[in-house]
């Protein structure tokens, strides 16, 4: 494309018309004042190129730019650290008194800063636009704009971003210099290596792309499901970049803020995203250290609500449970086998039927309400399985109804279907749930009918006016949203859609398709709010769109195949999507299929249900039964005392996950970042997807090879300790432990002699990790043989021995169901652990005193707590030193521990 526009017919015509005015005559166009002179309404005139005076009359600092035709660039400045862009050549760009309009993916849109906080300059060929973090340096002739990090003394540049096609319809690009970029991470879920693999990243793969595939229309529409290894895993679009300089030092960000498909290309001199829409809109966030770059995002998308607690105990599932009868059998066997258990979650049998090529419109896809046939005495059944056992379920539904139900007739007429030619968009090309419509999530009239009707129908605590409802109400304490991409559609189907910041309606195929399952998670968490239901709205999405995780929102990876190569790829995937705000990110554990070639069942499901004890939230089994019999319980497959010692870990980390979910929620933390969030300028930390960071302090290495018993774990600099045995690793240097012995001894159960298969671990020095007490009577989070988890605490400290040193962590609890977390319901405990190293002391403080923001009340709170600290580092391991909490006064509560060695 020419600089300018200067090959375009129009242009030329323009120029034509300029030279026969240009004796005596005005230019008949009308320059209309943007905060200043000079932003020309006119498309066909040439121009001289412009900048506006800076103004903050909307609130941010806002300048426009100008080209000499039809090209415009509008800048803000958000924060000095956030930058937001728009470019276009379809239009005049409106006023800086309108703000830039974002999506639906962006939550917060109350930013201020102010104009007498930047500076600009004409310097000739360029303008600049600058706050004291970021330098807009603005090409006259192209608008391109380099970014220069202006924080510390040494000025890096960033990138130079320029644009393609940016007029007409037509597939539009942005372009990225490489400059020293060395590592792009974020961008979605897609699986790369055919082959399994956890490492690299999008600038080091053998194939540096994120691709769409076409859909069966013929195009690209964006998240979808690819078919890989027996089965299909998710591509879900979440485009935020993080760049990281080739030194590690520094890095900066880019949101796209754009619904439409995008193929990525960082390979490539440019880098380039390629899209569509009518402008291209984005934000960059200079850091330079990938924390800041990731708060600053989470801000602008929103951050992650806290679940259910259940969501952090274990979930088993298959597809499918076909009547109670299966139901309990399974939670049987587990409580035989002194499993905890939390939930099962109900595929969609559920709602009964027949499936699979039934097109006579006697499918219940779309019922959404329990099979009085196969789930008979419901209230009764339902009622029995919280008790003894105290369990709740996870429901599943789809967006699409069956034609013969009576939801589809009353969703038609009220014109709460995707539409086609007018009509109710009849979807039958893949009829294996049936054939019928689609529900419209973009129509906020049906997303309440739907769920008044549906969903609060079954939903404990929820009352609304519905005529499609049948219970009865239950525990629920998450839903679970299937084929979300969506899966289906018929080409060229239209939705109610919605205006930007013009009368233009977005509801084609292309402009939803991406915010569909964002649309449908957002239904749910209104229905809560509309509805005053004070339960936790926890989803988990098959696809979805950045800020789905303020509505509830977490993913798993899809219909994986039970290898342990797809692990490998899926754990490479979870790199990414914690990067881009997927804090609640799971696989169905062992794969949902096996294929014609399938591993050694009993090893591979141990291996992957010791993977997902650690790292997956939730922590779910889930399987298709149907494929050669396919088992999901871990008390009836697998290594049973492995997965036994693996569950009973996992809950006595239960206060560690839930405090780091609190901290996610409020300070935009990830839970289980890969390494090089937590280890930044330690080269050897990037691109690694094999070696996780649980929170800050505990590191693990990942199983996905077939037979293993060890592995090499890469430890960065400093001081730690494996998290079985307590030995301390000094590394001088980031470098590979080899040979991390992964068979344990069974400390929850002394009597059994045998070594358990768990994952090899390693807690940081500095780390203060809160458990509870994990027994056989263990019965779910909530509950220990009838008894409260808390009534009891138990802190593992690693203690950093080197020099004097200091940390902190802070312990949330809460009552775990309702939404009073959100104002005062929830108990803070600060614990502060520092190491004298001239007297040889520990201290460890629990400091109760921070007043009623801390130490708020909830249901069920536990006003006195034996606190037990086990030290590594100091003592001998396994010594324990006894801490009495008395909840009530404020006085600090100190122990110090000697070192008597």
Known sequence: MAQGGASSPRLRRACVVLSCLIVGIALAVRASEVDGPGVLEAHEARRDPYMTPVTDSSGVACVIFTNNYRRYLKAEFLTSQLAHFEVSENRDSLPCSTRIYSTQMVSRRDYHYSASSTKQHDSGSYWTFESDRIRMKVTKDTLDVTLVDISSHSEWTMTTMSYDDLYGPSLKTVKQTQEDTAHVYGIGEEFVDPHGSSEGDWKTYPNPQFLIQDDHCGGKLGNKMQTWDCRATGIAQFPMGYYVKKDVTRAYGMFLDNQYYHDWNFGSEPMRVTSYGDHLRWFVMQGPELSTIRTAYMDLVGRPLVPNKRMFGLWVGKFGY??????????????????????????????????????????????????????????????????????????????????????????????????????ASFLSYNPWWGTGGMIDWTNPDARAFWFDNKYCALLDGCSAPCTLCAGPKSD??????????????????????????????????????????????????????????????????????????????????????????????????????????????????????????????????????????????????????????????????????????????????????????????????PIIPPLFYHFQADPKAHGQGGVKMVGPSVLVGISTQETQTERGVYLPEGLWYNYHDHTAYYMDSGREVPRVSQLVRDRFDPSHTDPVLTLAAFGRAGGIIPRTRVSNTTLNVFT?????????????????????????????EDDGVTNAYLTNGVHTTPLTLSWDHSRRTVNFLIDESQGPRHTGQYGGHVESKMVLARLSGLVKPHTDRHININNNNNNNNTTALHNNS
């Open 784 to 812: 220990d043989n009838g008894n409260a988890t808390d009534s009891s605490q138990v802190v593992r400290v690693y203690v950093d021995v080197r020099s004097d040193s200091k940390s902190t962590f802070t312990l949330y």
């Open 476 to 669: 629920i304490a998450a839903w679970w949203n299937d084929l979300a991409e969506p899966e289906m559609f018929n080409c060229g189907q239209n939705y109610h859609g919605w205006t930007e910041d013009s009368d233009k309606v977005y509801n084609d195929e292309g402009s939803v398709h991406n915010l569909y399952g964002f649309l449908w998670a957002q239904s749910i968490y209104d229905g809560y709010i509309k509805n005053s239901v004070d339960r936790r709205p926890f989803q988990l999405v098959r696809s979805g769109a950045p800020g789905m995780q303020r509505f509830g929102g977490g993913m798993w990876s899809g219909d994986i195949c039970g290898t342990l190569a797809s692990l490998a790829d899926h754990y490479d995937a979870q790199k990414h999507m914690s990067m881009v705000g997927m804090d609640y990110y799971c696989s169905d554990t062992a794969g949902y299929a096996l294929g014609s070639n399938p591993p050694n069942r009993y090893e591979t499901f141990t291996q992957w249900f010791m993977n997902e004890a650690w790292l997956g939230i939730p922590f779910r089994t889930h399987g298709d039964q149907f494929d050669q019999d396919m088992q999901c319980n871990p008390a009836t497959v697998g290594d049973i005392w492995s997965n036994r010692f693996n569950a009973r870990q996992r809950y006595e980390l239960v206060p560690y996950y839930y405090s780091l979910a609190h901290m996610a929620h409020r300070y935009a933390t």
């Open 322 to 423: 076909r009547n109670f009868g299966g139901m309990f059998q399974d939670l049987s066997a587990l409580r035989q086998a002194t499993f905890p258990l939390d939930g099962l979650a109900l595929d969609l049998f559920w709602f009964g039927g027949s499936f699979y090529g039934s097109s006579d419109g006697k499918t219940k896809m779309g019922s959404v309400s329990w099979d009085p046939n196969t789930f008979s005495n419901t209230s009764q059944n339902l009622a029995a399985l919280k008790t003894p056992g105290g369990i709740s379920v996870m429901l599943i539904s789809e967006s699409y109804i069956s034609w013969g139900l009576p939801e589809f007739g009353a969703m038609k007429d009220a014109g709460y279907l995707a539409m086609l030619d007018g009509q």
